[in-house]
């Protein structure tokens, strides 16, 4: 039995357990020797004869001391380890002390310890008894909450503790906690013993089987941000340590377990139980993840492992095979290995599993770091394609851990892809993405490089041959490698295969060429790792006729039929990777086909708007007559006219002019975009894109299909044309890869007159709005110490006087002069659509767009408008109510008419997509400003602390792209959470809903001057 137990009270002080047995136990408090019952001392008592001063015996009222002589006290002070306790004895055998409270207070004291970062620490000490906890803590710091039901106990405690930094409170547990949920106190430790049958001043009973679920419900709401940790105990005859520990796991997943069975040491050695313990905390904290704590043997470190396990455990099943293997291991890495599992059963147990069944080999050949590394990819593997790929990874330990040998000498793609991507995103064309792939290669719109790199010994020309790879596929997607299919060109040849091999090394020294004239600095580098290559001697007319300016990849194709009948085949460049040209065709065609549409569609818009603004112009705001027949093809109007000579391929879109029935007409940029990618892909805009398919009449409809907002969902439509974006596990400390799907969607606009009615309620303050932001546009600064003006700068004179007078050369700016400042702004506005947002606060939100778009079309600033909201990661929308090039007419006000409340906030993955829009905009000051009722939620458990974590890194990656964040919110618990997402000055809490209409504006006026 001494194996099982982990927290273990040796003699202390004035106090030792000299004898238990048959129910009772034998104790020495200082002078005295008491005896009282005990259902844990189990077998026979050491002595045939115990003489204690003090007896509990029992009676039919419930029992009595006896003492064995007259005159004896029924009080008395000991010493208890550090402390100083009375001793009194009480009703059912109590003395008003339990020794095993040493062992609690010496966690917490722990715990606390090392708390220097957190300016005041809160411990709530509930079923605090005589208070040696409380002692423990004041003594580290702490101020206390000291809740107890025992008016006795209570007084015990006050004697001995005599500090301002303890709140006494003589209350029921519950109706306490229930209280301080109302005032919304969180704590930063919390210490829990309940009984298992008790009752409090009111006549209130507490009941373990009863009320113990009820209090953990209500745990998370006391935990604060910083948090140190949760201690649950109890006696072994009312809970096991592993149902405690289920307990705390349910209520606040995501942190390290630790299950303790404790025990008083008994003078002839033998251990006395004396009740279980489970422990919620974060295992990285060095207060208590000591390395000097000794392993857990195999049953302790089974009965750790079946918590976050047991949902797949079975009698034939079990993780007995797995503790005794990691019985082997110091403490630390046991402690590390159960921290992961907890993380992952939290997402699947199965995984969890696994990953506890190979941890052991795991940890024979990687350090710490290496392990989470194996882990990470193995979970990224689970979230991208399911369990069995998940498990497969984790299987391979051995491959990933040579990878991880590669790695101390080489350098990985995972350091150093955020500085590459952001390399590529400054080289023209599209925005191409990074992943990690076997070999170098790309589909046209994400490239794929080695997931490590080790070639040279210098971690320096690793990075350049990451550098020359990224560069080399770039090159491939710009300067068009792939305008015609080499496959196809291939399979005409007699040898396809060596037709593909060929034609990838002379494109290769085509596009090196085109590096070198555009980007002369990075082709000296590449030229470098190409140092000591060898072309054949017959490949040299060839190799100087495509890198000649005016070389195209139909160049290369006409020189392989030659270079086929040689013999020699050159060896590929260090960057060279490989041609995929099935993947491309695949994403290219799709590509193409999309973008087609698109363009059509920009174009119709352009039609409809400029036919708007013509009829405004006459005056025509009525309807087309029923009789009146629209054009059979409003594309037919439109012609595109191409350059007349060659140009370099950054200003083929600007080279292309559109006209409309023969006038010229400037696309919007949103058409540029699209433009631009189908000259990037096609080299050209075909005539075919202004041609209706087929006879009869023209439906635009068809042009883009657009499924309804109900069924855009529905059986995999939601994956085609979806954005995917990562998204942050703060458990994990890792992204989830691709994890949120994400589509844009337009507002069902409603024409209710909900806008003119709200100018028309606000008429006064939209005067005042216009004539604020008026006076914002027309605002000049002065400007001095200029070389010309429009007065002079007296305090420039005096200075350019003593300059001269000092014997130093006058300066000649001596003037003033007003200057209008120039406003380079654009702001998005993200709109909360979730379902809490029904009622007021969606009037409200709608009528403070309504006020605001009056006052910006005043100001002249650019901004757009995006609604959010979503069910799950699968599902999550963004809903346009206006763009950036839209003007704020008709259409845009029935749409914020049309915002209605939806489902729910995950905030994360819109604030990603918003700021890539947002980014995309030339502005000196770019704003995302969010208008929201609440904190981040979601059905797949995007909620407190894992919805807040994520969209605070979110907010992050904004910020690295230079988007200011905002948010404006009128949920009254927001600085719980806020000051931590956006930081302590970016919010702003409304207290009204009321007041929201008129407070946007006005806040938006002080975020931009």
Not at 164 to 187: C, K, S
Not at 678 to 703: F, K, R, S
């Amino acid at each position: 039995m001494t194996d099982e137990f982990d927290l273990i009270l040796e003699p202390e002080g004035d106090y030792a357990l000299l004898d238990f047995g048959g129910g009772r136990r034998l104790e020495r408090w200082g002078e005295y020797l008491v005896d009282r019952p005990d259902r844990a001392a189990r077998g026979r008592p050491a002595r045939e004869r115990w003489t204690p001063d003090w007896q509990f015996v029992g009676d039919q009222k419930g029992g009595h001391w006896r003492a064995a002589r007259p005159g004896l006290p029924r009080q008395w002070r000991v010493r208890l380890g550090d402390f100083h306790v009375r001793v009194a004895l009480g009703p059912h055998g109590s003395v008003g002390v339990k020794p095993r409270a040493l062992l609690a207070a010496a966690w917490a004291r722990a715990r606390l310890e090392g708390c220097y970062h957190l300016d005041e620490i809160r411990v709530l000490n509930l079923f605090a008894g005589s208070g040696l906890v409380t002692r423990a803590c004041v003594a580290a710091g702490a101020d206390v909450v000291h809740v107890d039901g025992s008016e006795r106990l209570i007084a015990l405690a006050r004697e001995e503790v005599h500090s301002p930094q303890v709140e006494w409170v003589h209350e029921d547990a519950m109706t306490w906690v229930e209280g301080a949920l109302r005032r919304g106190e969180r704590f930063d430790l919390l210490m829990l013993s309940p009984p298992y049958f008790g009752r409090g001043p009111h006549g209130k009973v507490w009941d373990t089987e009863c009320d113990m679920a009820h209090l953990m419900k209500k745990l998370p709401a006391l935990v604060s941000e910083t948090c140190r940790g949760i201690w649950l105990g109890g006696d072994e005859e009312g809970w096991s340590a592993a149902s405690l520990a289920r307990l705390l796991r349910d209520a606040l997943p995501g942190r390290t377990l630790e299950t303790h069975h404790l025990a008083i040491r008994c003078a002839d050695g033998r251990l006395l139980a004396s009740g279980v313990a489970a422990c919620w905390f974060d295992e990285s904290d060095d207060a208590w993840m000591g390395a000097d704590r000794p392993p857990l043997d195999a049953a302790r470190m089974e009965e750790r492992l079946d918590v976050p396990l047991d949902p797949v455990l079975s009698s034939r099943r079990t993780a007995g095979g797995i503790a005794r293997e990691l019985a082997g291991f110091e403490r630390e890495q046991q402690e590390f290995v159960l921290h992961w599992v907890n993380v992952i059963a939290h997402t699947n147990a199965e995984m969890a599993y696994q990953f506890a069944a190979a941890s052991p080999r795991a940890l024979r050949l990687m350090d710490r770091d290496g392990v989470e590394g194996w882990l990470i990819a193995a979970m990224d593997a689970y979230d991208r394609t399911g369990l069995y790929a998940g498990i497969e990874a984790l299987q391979k330990v051995e491959e990933y851990a040579a990878l991880q040998a590669r790695r101390q000498s080489g350098l990985a793609l995972e350091k150093v892809v955020n500085v590459l991507e952001a390399f590529v995103h400054g080289l023209n064309g599209r925005r191409l993405a990074i992943e990690a792939g076997e070999v170098p290669w790309t589909d046209t719109e994400t490239l794929y490089l080695p997931p490590l790199l080790d070639r040279y010994p210098e971690r320096e020309t690793n990075f350049r041959l990451y550098e020359a790879m990224a560069l080399h596929l770039w090159a491939q997607t710009w300067y068009g490698t792939w305008r015609e299919d080499p496959a196809a060109r291939a399979d005409q040849s007699p040898w396809p295969e060596r037709y593909l091999r060929l034609f990838h090394a002379l494109e290769t020294a085509r596009l090196d060429a085109c590096i070198a004239r555009d980007l002369p600095g990075m082709a000296r580098e590449m030229a470098a790792l190409r140092a000591g290559h060898a072309w054949p001697a017959a490949w040299a007319g060839a190799l100087a006729d495509v890198a000649r300016p005016g070389a195209t990849v139909e160049t290369v194709h006409d020189w392989l039929p030659r270079l086929l009948e040689l013999d020699e085949t050159p060896a590929p460049l260090p960057y060279q990777g490989e041609l995929r040209p099935q993947e491309v065709a695949r994403v290219r065609a799709a590509r193409i086909e999309a973008d087609r549409r698109r363009f059509r569609l920009m174009l119709l818009r352009m039609e409809e708007e400029l036919r708007r603004r013509l009829e405004q112009a006459r005056g025509e705001t009525e309807p087309r007559e029923a009789g009146e027949t629209p054009p059979r093809n409003p594309l037919e109007r439109f012609e595109l006219k191409r350059p007349d000579e060659a140009v370099p391929p950054e200003d083929l879109v600007d080279a292309w002019e559109i006209t409309l029935d023969g006038k010229p007409i400037p696309p919007p940029e949103e058409a540029r975009a699209v433009m631009a990618s189908i000259l990037q892909d096609l080299g050209e805009i075909p005539d075919t894109y202004l041609h209706a398919a087929g006879e009869g009449p023209y439906d635009p409809d068809l042009e883009l299909p657009q499924p309804s907002p109900e069924d855009v969902w529905k059986g995999a439509y939601h994956e085609e044309g979806a954005f995917h974006y990562n998204e942050w596990d703060y458990e994990r400390q890792h992204y989830r890869k691709h994890w949120a799907v994400l589509r844009e969607l337009d507002v069902q606009p409603v024409h209710d007159g909900f806008v003119e009615e709200t100018v028309r309620r606000y008429s006064g303050v939209v005067k005042h709005l216009r004539r604020t932001f008026e006076a914002l546009r027309g605002e000049d600064r002065l400007l001095k110490k200029q070389p010309h003006g429009d007065d002079i700068d007296l305090d420039a004179v005096v200075e350019a006087w003593a300059d001269s007078h000092a014997g130093m050369e006058m300066s000649d700016r001596l003037f003033t002069k007003m200057h209008k400042l120039e406003r380079n702004i654009a702001v998005l506005f993200m709109v909360d659509m979730s379902g809490s947002t029904k009622g007021w606060i969606n009037d409200a939100e709608r009528e403070a767009l309504v006020l605001l778009c009056e006052a910006l079309e005043t100001l002249g600033d650019r901004y757009a408008i995006y609604g959010f909201s979503g069910t799950t990661r699968k599902r999550c929308e963004v809903y346009r109510i206006k763009r950036f090039d839209e003007p704020y007419d008709e259409a845009v006000r029935a749409r914020i008419s049309g915002i209605r409340p939806r489902d729910y906030t995950r905030m994360g993955v819109a604030i990603r997509h918003l700021s890539r829009l947002l980014a995309e905009v030339e502005a000196k000051t770019r704003l995302l400003i969010t208008l929201s009722d609440g904190k981040p939620d979601d059905l797949d458990n995007y909620r407190g602390a894992y919805g807040i974590e994520d969209t605070r890194m979110a907010l992050i990656e904004a910020k690295r792209e230079g988007i200011h964040p905002y948010c404006i919110t009128i949920d009254t618990e927001a600085m719980d959470y806020l000051p931590h997402m956006y930081g302590p000055v970016n919010y702003t809490v409304i207290d009204e809903v009321r007041k929201l209409p008129l407070k946007v504006s006005d806040i938006y006026r002080r975020l931009t001057t």
